[in-house]
């Protein structure tokens, strides 16, 4: 996908285990989101940064946290995963204009 | 805040047969429309979107789309679907400005059959 990636794409942790996924941009658009695809849900957005440092909350956001250090970097961590954790992430980016966003490839958790 | 219903869960149709996938908006803000359609094992690509303007809007390969504000309908169209079509399809409302949270609906799982 152009300018998105992620890491790893496939990932498999025990319960209780701490986890980062990473999502990564060359684009340098100030927006980006993680979201968790679950079949009969769609995608459901966990949590969000409109710029450096600056982050907030998504409609599933218990379990999970952010960080923003630079424009070009967004991680998700799930402190101690959890079964209910096992989804599809994908990250995405957009710039505050009217042109929707590009989506990463996704990473597929497992939590055993 | 908005909410998205995708009505058909699953859709099968035959090669070169029209097809239609439902999408339901709510929401007490003008929004911004989009679909979304997900090959699988990979990412979401935009379809395409309806900001403002003309309530018809059409993608690249065909498939078009109609923005209806009094039925709150964003329903999207093919009059003659491919194989290469098979994939699910999202529909998804955001408001007009800001970080453009998207909301997505549950997805439809477009299947042709030869």
């Known amino acids: 996908d152009a300018g998105i990636t992620q890491s790893p794409r496939h990932k498999v942790t025990e319960t209780g285990t701490p986890v980062t996924l990473r999502c990564h941009q060359t684009?340098?658009?100030?927006?980006m989101y993680w979201y968790r695809q679950d079949p009969g849900h769609g995608l459901r957005l966990i949590h969000y940064s409109y710029g450096v440092k600056d982050t907030d909350k998504g409609e599933v956001s218990d379990g999970y946290s952010v960080s923003r250090s630079k424009t070009e970097d967004f991680l998700l961590t799930l402190e101690s995963a959890t079964s209910s954790q096992t989804s599809v992430y994908f990250c995405a980016i957009s710039e505050p204009t009217d042109s929707g966003y590009t989506f990463g490839s996704g990473t597929r958790l497992t939590v055993v | 805040a908005q909410s998205v219903t995708q009505l058909d869960s699953q859709v099968p149709v035959f090669e070169e047969a029209p097809v239609e996938l439902r999408c339901n908006y709510s929401s007490s803000v003008s929004v911004y429309l989009f679909w979304y359609v997900q090959y699988p094992n990979q990412g979401l690509q935009l379809l395409l979107k309806y900001l403002s303007g003309s309530t018809l809007v059409e993608s690249i390969n065909g498939f078009e789309a109609e923005f209806n504000k009094s039925q709150t309908s964003f329903h999207l169209r093919k009059p003659s679907v491919h194989i290469s079509d098979t994939a699910e399809y999202f529909c998804a409302v955001s408001g007009p400005s800001g970080a453009q949270k998207l909301v997505f609906g549950q997805g439809t799982r477009l299947t042709i059959n030869p």
């Open positions: 684009e340098n658009h100030r927006y």
